[in-house]
Each structure stands twice: as C-alpha cells, then as structure tokens.
Nanobody, 125 residues
C-alpha cells in the first residue's frame, strides 16, 4: 500500500513559479515509477511528467523546458518544479505511483496504481 500526499499548489501570476511536493509513505519512491498528472475543469486527466525507477524522466510537450520532475529518496518525496507558468497550466495536479513498471514511464492514467488527493494550481493572466 502506498499513500501519496501532494502540497504546494496555489495562486500565481503568469510567468511565475511553483514547486509541488508529493510525499509518499508505505514504500520508498525509488522503488517505483512516479508521475504527475493534471486535470482542468471539463477536461480529462492528462500526463504532465514522470520519473522511472532508474531516474529517467519524461515530459508532456506542453511543459517541456518549463517543468522539472525530481525525486528525493531521503525524504521519500517527488517534486514538480514549475516555471514560466501560463494560464493554461491551471488545473488540479495529482501525483501517482506505478508500482509495476520496471523501466517504462507510462502516460496513461490507468497504468498508475496509487493516487494522491490533488492540489489546485491557478495561474492568473
């Protein structure tokens, strides 16, 4: 069993930055793939970024070059550093754990086994 708790969301102006945190308990984050997803009102949940067990990272095209996913194994926490934020980044952001993948970072929602409760990010123009 894995419990995930996100934090760090909030209201920021366009061009600003936020860092989201996802604290995990139950298993160490280095033992499975982790992903960040987001869901805007009226839209489907979409993949944002992921990090594999081997620390390989993957980003959605829409955030590449602006967002960075990282993992601190000593704190059992995964981060999402978001820079140059845009109004279209407004969404509820979720972290998720894929405990089955050995190497691949999946972008499908149904590939992930555990989810946090989400944290709201609002970017004003």
């Amino acid at each position: 069993q894995v419990q995930l708790v996100e934090s760090g969301g909030g209201l920021v102006q366009a061009g600003g930055s936020l860092r989201l945190s996802c604290a995990a308990s139950g298993r160490t984050v280095s033992s499975y793939a982790m992903g960040w997803f987001r869901q805007a009102p009226g839209k489907e949940r979409e993949f944002v970024a992921g990090v594999s067990r081997g620390a390989v990272t993957l980003y959605a095209d829409s955030v590449k070059g602006r967002f960075t996913i990282s993992r601190d194994n000593t704190k059992n926490t995964v981060y999402l550093q978001m820079n140059s934020l845009k109004p279209e980044d407004t969404a509820v952001y979720y972290c998720a754990a894929d405990v089955r993948s050995l190497r691949i970072i999946f972008t499908r929602v149904d590939a992930y086994d555990y989810w946090g409760q989400g944290t709201q990010v609002t970017v004003s123009s």
